[in-house]
């Protein structure tokens, strides 16, 4: 892939024939610190240029898959939100291209008025003919950050600088995941539509208003972005240049950050992460997130549709010894459905071992051997799960580990029938209301969606119903503890650990701080000096 600057139009064919040269170029490409193997260096001229090594591949700029952590690094620094929620005011939800906004009494409208002097990068004017755009071009596709949508009926467009978001229903928790919903050039976007609705144009391009733009610098090992001058919020702090290249495993992107060779390091475990702690130029921090490893099982068909062999499931695994010695005791085991990051919990005791009961519990299943899938490019995950593999062993289960790529995983969540029995994953809710989070995971109206378990409790959905109408968040929060029980005695997943993800930079870096609008931090904040 070669994501091009968006006045230029890219074949197939040259795309393909960049890769190899566009890949050794990011391959080679010198930190902004010394580079020369002195540990993240020092501030020169060229430290406004900044190389984050990430896991996984690259593989669209399309906003419509923000879902997918790696498209939202860089579409978060791309593109803007509507909204979003401000870390120095407690997470209070602010505006970002709107200025200011108002939730109808009834929930079941949004009033936005649109942020002066926003121009998208080909220096068109933000107006509200792209929001309205935007909103319906993710309906339309219904995939990705379209779930976040769910209730979206229409948008009126009053003026240039107003609009007006309706509902189909009253939605308190609506609001909340428009924190990740991007806005598009409609213009410019319409115009390469062809038959896919400018997935594939968007694939090779961007169409932002944010203080990073496009370059034609990328593959799907990468690509590099640089600072948008006539950004409406313009910061000289920000880095020049952002270069994000792909480099899967955790010992290489240790070597490399030590190396001066790259200057954020997204890919280490914990114990290269600890490793790193006290080098020369390098800061380290365990940044903790909104996200769980979790272990999802199939709750509608084959052996784990049984609820006592998911509780078995739970119950075989060696928490503290994969806290310990995986974690090296970073982050904290796993206490209910929600991570640590919600005040919104139920008390809840960790998660813990009790191989006694796991074995009655899984007796049923006989000489029947389990698939795990799990990310095999992410040396954290392979531990986890060749340790439950042992425990699973130990009591006489044969559990078979598979790898999946992350979005051939979210492809098999379409029909219950595809969804694997068990699923090893870093799953995240990205909104402080957990309210969208809890109904995209557990509503099942969301199977064949987002519901990763397939999950069906008639209970649940009713308690969910009536927080979507709960204006008052303290009510909701009182739904939302007990669909937490509800879920967790219904054993939907095995809640293994909190995500407190390591992260290691060049030491005159700053903003490197949890977010909920990326994970785990956004760039958005990242300033040099």
Known sequence: MSIQHRSRKVTLAAALLALPLVAASLASCTAGGSGGGGGGGSTTAASTSVVVGFKHEFNTMDPLRADYAQTNMVDNI????????????????????????????????????????????????????????????????????????????????????????????????????????????????????????????????????????????????????????????????????????????????????????????????????????????????????????????????????????????????????????????????????????????????????????????????????????????DSTQTQIATLFQSNLKDLGVTVNLVPIAFPDYLKTLSDPATIPGLTLINDYILTPDPGAGLDKLYNSANIGGTNKGAYSNPKVDELLSKARATADAGDRCDLYKQVETTVAGDSVQANLFQVAFPVGYRSDLKGIDFSWSATPISFFTLRVG
């Not at 309706?166 to 919903?181: Q, S, T, Y």
């Not at 990468?222 to 702090?237: A, E, H, L, Q």
């Not at 800061?283 to 490893?293: D, L, M, R, Y």
């Not at 806290?323 to 809840?348: H, V, Y």
């Open 78 to 377: 791309v593109y803007e939100p509507l909204i979003k929620f401000d870390a120095a005011q407690d997470n209070k939800m602010i505006g970002a291209l709107a200025k200011d906004f108002k939730v109808a009494d009834d929930a079941k409208s949004i009033s936005f008025t649109l942020r002066d002097g926003v121009t998208f990068h080909d220096g068109t004017r933000l107006t509200a003919k792209d929001v309205k755009y935007s909103f319906d071009r993710y309906t339309r596709l219904g995939q990705g950050v379209a779930s976040l949508l769910q209730g979206y009926d229409s948008t009126t467009v009053v003026d240039d600088s107003h609009i007006v978001i309706n509902l189909k229903a009253p939605n308190a928790f609506f609001i909340n995941g428009l924190a990740n919903i991007y806005i598009l050039e409609a213009d410019l976007v319409s115009k390469n539509a062809g038959s896919d609705d400018a997935q594939g144009w968007l694939q090779a391009h961007e169409a932002g208003t944010g203080p990073f733009e496009g370059t034609d610098a990328s593959s799907a090992d990468g690509t590099t972005v640089k600072r948008f001058d006539k950004y409406w919020g313009f910061d000289d702090k920000r880095p020049t240049q952002m270069v994000f290249r792909r480099i899967d495993e955790s010992a290489t992107n240790r070597d490399e950050l030590k190396a001066g060779n790259i200057d954020v390091s997204f890919g280490l475990s914990a114990i290269d992460a600890t490793a790193l702690k006290g080098q020369s130029g390098v800061s380290v921090k365990f940044v903790p997130t909104s996200g769980q490893t979790q272990l999802w099982f199939n709750t509608s068909t084959g052996p784990t549709a049984d609820p006592k062999i998911r509780e078995g499931l739970k119950l075989a695994f060696d928490y503290s010894g994969g806290f310990q010695k995986i974690l090296n005791s970073n982050g904290a085991i796993s206490s209910g459905i929600l991570s640590p990051a919600f005040t919104c919990r139920p008390g809840a005791k960790p998660s813990a071992q009790d191989k006694t009961k796991a074995k009655e519990l899984l007796s049923g299943l006989g000489s029947t051997a389990l698939d795990l899938r799990y990310q095999s490019v």
